[in-house]
């Protein structure tokens, strides 16, 4: 039994060893031109480190990124290629390296080399200082001022004023975690950029630290103006979720009551016209409105409950994968 014990304490140490100190992760999605230099750059950079790997996910490419993310991961010890179905976005990618992600820290970066792989080292070290996220704000981005600077400051602005996190630079994609910090998050749509709201709603301590950042010198962006429109939908998803989520019907069910209210008091002024003073109230538009605020009240509180149900629905369904894997090359480390 004790010597049980010591043979499984010494495998889990075995185990222990093996895993890495530090997993990269890349979403990746038709970019062919950069995906050589950039596994060699991010390299470059972590050789001073214990142990590392960099995951790369493939999102669904249609170029020849996947050939070149097959031969390099069948070439290389350090890195990883995971291969989705097809193309699902950078959040679902990104939540398929999180996945397979085995170290203790975490660093997310862009695919294109916008982002510098030479900055990673001083976000670990902030990280170590004792935070639990650390995001990177690129002080001087170089994207079009009108399509992307712009839309993106206004898009910081509301998202520090809606939830409390005062980052510069919510859009940055280079950013380390503690890896328990992400291990039970469940990220959709775009919910990868407001992982330090997420976090901080957690209890996270988070820093933010000045990072480089290079125009895009191959291929092209995969965005345009239309996914400010998308973020702002997510951002009131996650104002939804910190405020509302958990009781839905408190936030529809006070305004009903209220409508209702209000319908009554209404109701009740126009009936002492009527039966006390003799007034016809026919024509009142107060008539409409009292009317109109019960039965919005009624539908108000049946919506509350609805949504109440959705909500419940929504926490239980939690565990559906939002992507599908379809290869995975290379050493993945004491996967079960
Ligand atoms: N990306 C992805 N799936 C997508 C769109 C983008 O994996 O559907 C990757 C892309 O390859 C890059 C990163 O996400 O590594 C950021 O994309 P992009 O550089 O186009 O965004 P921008 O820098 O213009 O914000
Ligand atoms: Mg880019």
Redesign the pocket.
């Known amino acids: 039994m004790e010597k049980q014990l010591i043979c499984s304490l010494s495998d889990d140490l075995k185990q222990l060893k093996k895993l890495p100190e530090i997993s990269i992760v ?6 062919e031109e950069t995906l050589i230099k950039l596994v060699k750059n991010i390299a470059n950079y972590l050789v001073n480190y214990s142990s590392y790997e960099i995951i790369c ?1 493939d ?2 490419s249609q170029d020849g990124t996947t050939e070149i993310l097959k031969r390099l991961a069948k070439e290389r010890h350090d890195l990883i290629g995971i291969i989705l179905r097809r ?4 959040t679902p ?2 939540a398929a390296g999180f996945e397979y992600a085995k170290g203790q820290i975490i660093v997310t ?4 080399l ?1 982002n510098d792989p030479a900055d990673i080292p001083q976000l670990i070290a902030k990280l170590n200082e004792g935070y639990d996220l650390v995001s990177g704000w690129r002080k001087n981005r170089q ?1 079009d001022t009108l399509t ?1 600077l712009l839309p993106s400051k206004i898009a910081n602005w509301i998202i520090a004023k809606v939830t409390g996190v005062n980052l510069h630079d919510y ?1 940055c ?1 280079l950013k380390a975690y503690r890896a328990e910090l992400i291990a039970d998050m469940n990220l959709y749509g775009e919910l990868h950029r407001f992982l330090p709201a997420l976090a901080y709603i957690e209890g996270a301590r988070i820093a933010e630290i000045p990072v480089g950042h290079h125009p ?1 010198r191959y ?5 345009g103006l239309g ?1 400010t429109f998308r973020v702002i939908m997510d951002l009131l998803t996650v104002f939804f979720i910190k405020k509302f989520l958990t009781r839905p019907m408190h936030v529809f069910g006070s305004f009903g009551l209220g409508s209702i209210l209000l319908g009554i008091l209404l109701g009740a002024y126009l009936t002492y016209l009527k039966l006390g003073l003799g007034e016809s109230i026919g024509q009142r538009p107060l008539l409409i409105l009292a009317v109109l605020l019960v039965l919005t009240g009624v539908q108000l509180l049946s919506f509350g409950l609805l949504a109440e149900l959705v909500m419940r629905t929504y926490h239980e369904s939690q565990k559906r994968p939002i992507y599908r894997v379809r290869e995975i090359i290379g050493k993945t480390l004491n996967r079960e």
Not at 87 to 90: A, H, I, S, T
């Open positions: 890349v979403p990746i999605y038709n970019e996910v999102d669904g193309n699902y976005g950078q990618a990104m970066l862009d695919g294109d916008q994207d992307r859009g994609s895009r291929g092209k962006s995969k965005y996914r």
